[in-house]
């Protein structure tokens, strides 16, 4: 299954694929242990797990970046290929 948008709607602020990639990884992480810590630590609860939207954790990590909620900043000596 893709996810929508794409990753050309994604990576549209400059930003390489896999910086964006790693960025909403991240933050689907995040979500993740927060849920966990929600949960109290129970990971068999975590199996088939759901953000309070009812969403997957990377399924929200893309719609939070896609509406800006948050945003990836790269470090600038990659670029340069130092």
Request: hydrophobic share 35%.
């Amino acid at each position: 299954m893709m996810l929508r948008p794409s990753m050309n709607d994604l990576a549209t602020r400059g930003e390489s694929y896999y910086s964006v990639v790693v960025g909403i990884a991240k933050r689907a992480r995040e979500i993740s242990d927060e849920m966990l810590e929600k949960n109290k630590g129970d990971y068999s609860r975590l199996s088939d797990a759901k953000a309070p939207t009812g969403e997957k954790p990377v399924r929200v990590a893309v719609d939070e970046y896609a509406a800006r909620k948050f945003n990836i900043i790269e470090d600038p000596s990659l670029k340069s290929g130092v």
